[in-house]
Each structure stands twice: as structure tokens, then as C-alpha cells.
């Protein structure tokens, strides 16, 4: 058979392999970083810490002090993972996203790796798409750890029965494990908008720990953005605005409203994100 009958076969064979073997090297090399091990250790430690000094505490919260649903967790362990959610979204978590996405081109290029995952067949835009996957997982396992560390936490040092909606309502055990996995759901996709920023940011420079900052930085000033009342009109355009926004998840019956405006922000960010991204790292010299 004719080498040119055969070649474009092979090749059209191998490029999705090379992508699958690209996206299962990403996330291997990801989860096996002690830094990435150390974030997520550090995120479990947070729900845990809330928790045992709710414990230790000689007085109850009095409502509307402290953290959102702080009060609450004394009289019911599920509200830990919640309330541990909520302390992390400002801050804590925005860091670690902002640790693994400042780092994917850029960690890359510093190392001079850069130029050798070019030379397989997957090409430059399936590896951003891969470097995004491996941002996703990230989000993923990270909320998922605040989540989790917080409902065990909850579970071990508080009693735990059926929870009081803020609409009022009362619902079983079962389905509040559901709203806390929506609201973790939703924070996740929240996080979203951030890691496509921190992946742009990373194709502009070979320095990882600059891409880092950059990124930390700009989840800071979108939220005190956020906060200013004069900038009203930019509030709906801002990464953040929705972030805890999640409150209808716990009222009966759910309310979805907050929760396509949020997916429908961020995917405006990825997709805005991903196309600069993808016109800076078209025309990036890897070489150098």
C-alpha cells in the first residue's frame, strides 16, 4: 500500500491519542507535585480549624457575627463544609488556582520543557486545551477537599440531623448532602473563570511565579471591585460578582437563576481567555 494512502491514517489516528496521553501525563505530572498535595492539605486544614474552634469556643456565635452560617454550625455539623466554603472562596482557594494556572505555560517555558511536549502531534491548541483540563481538575479536587474535609470535621465534632433551609423549610440528610455538592458544584464553576485568566496570563511570560501573582492579584482587585457601590455598572462584568451567590441553592424550592448567570459569566470569560490565549501562544516563540 502507498505511503501517502497510509500516512494521513496514522496521523489521524495518532493525534487523539497523543492528546489523551498528553492529558493523562498533565494530570500525573499535577498530582504527584508535593506542592499540589501541600495546597490541598492546607485547604483541608481550613474546614478543620473552623470547626474545632467553634468546638473549643465557651460561647455560641451570636447570628450575624463572623463567617456566613458560622452560628449554625453548633447546632447542626453539616453547616461546617458550607461555612468552610465560604471562607475559602475569597482568598484560599483563588490562591491555589491561581499557583496551578499561572504555572502551566509558563512553569513550562522556564523549565525548557516547553518546546518538547510542541514536538508531539497534538499541536499548540490541544495543549492549551489539555493545560485548561488539568486548571479543572484542579477546581475540582479543590473544592472537593473543602467540602469533604468540612462535612467529616462536621460530622465528627457537632451533631448532625435534618437542616433548616433559609427559606425556612426543612430537609432531610440526604438532600443537604446534595446542596452542599451543588454548592460545591457551584463553586467550582466559579473558579472557572479564573484559571482561563491565569492560563493567559501564563502564555505572556516564562517567569511561572509572575504568572502566579498576577493571577492572585486580579481576584483581589475584581472582588474589591466588587464591593466599590460606585462601579455598579461594571459589577455584572467582574469574575467574582457571582462567587457567593449560591444562596438560592439553599432555599426550597432550589432557585437556578444565580447559578446560569454564573456558568454564563465564566464561560464569557473562558471563551474570551481561551481565544487570547490562543492568538498569544499561536505566535510564541518556544524556542528562545
Not at 465557651?58 to 457575627?65: L, V
Not at 485568566?197 to 511565579?209: A, N
Request: hydrophobic share 55%; with cysteine.
Amino acid at each position: 500500500m502507498p505511503a501517502e494512502t497510509v500516512g494521513p491514517s496514522v496521523a489521524a489516528t495518532a493525534r487523539p491519542r497523543a492528546g489523551w496521553a498528553l492529558l493523562a501525563s498533565e494530570l500525573s505530572v499535577l498530582f504527584r507535585r508535593l506542592r499540589t498535595w501541600a495546597m490541598l492539605i492546607a485547604l483541608a486544614a481550613v474546614p478543620v480549624l473552623i470547626a474545632v474552634a467553634v468546638k473549643l469556643s465557651s460561647r455560641p456565635t451570636a447570628p450575624g457575627r463572623g463567617p456566613l452560617f458560622l452560628d449554625r454550625i453548633t447546632q447542626n455539623g453539616l453547616f461546617v463544609a458550607v461555612t468552610a466554603l465560604v471562607v475559602c472562596v475569597p482568598l484560599f482557594l483563588p490562591l491555589t488556582i491561581g499557583v496551578v494556572a499561572g504555572d502551566t505555560i509558563a512553569g513550562e517555558a522556564n523549565l525548557g520543557t516547553l518546546r518538547y511536549l510542541l514536538l508531539a502531534p497534538a499541536g499548540r491548541v490541544r495543549l492549551l486545551v489539555v493545560k485548561y483540563a488539568g486548571i479543572l481538575a484542579f477546581c475540582i479536587a479543590a473544592t472537593a477537599t473543602v467540602a469533604a474535609s468540612g462535612a467529616l470535621a462536621g460530622v465528627v465534632l457537632f451533631p448532625v440531623g435534618p437542616v433548616t433551609l433559609l427559606s425556612g423549610d426543612t430537609i432531610s440528610v440526604g438532600e443537604s448532602v446534595l446542596r452542599s455538592l451543588l454548592i460545591a458544584a457551584y463553586i467550582t464553576v466559579s473558579l472557572m473563570g479564573l484559571g482561563a485568566i491565569g492560563l493567559l496570563i501564563s502564555t505572556f511570560t516564562d517567569v511561572p511565579v509572575g504568572a502566579m501573582a498576577a493571577t492572585i492579584v486580579l481576584s483581589v482587585v475584581s472582588q474589591v471591585l466588587d464591593n466599590l457601590p460606585q462601579l455598579d455598572w461594571l459589577h455584572p462584568w467582574l469574575f467574582s460578582h457571582h462567587w457567593l451567590g449560591f444562596a438560592d441553592l439553599l432555599r426550597q424550592p432550589i432557585g437556578w437563576t444565580a447559578f446560569g448567570d454564573n456558568a454564563l459569566l465564566q464561560a464569557g470569560y473562558i471563551a474570551v481567555c481561551g481565544a487570547l490565549a490562543y492568538a498569544k501562544f499561536s505566535n510564541k516563540d518556544v524556542l528562545s
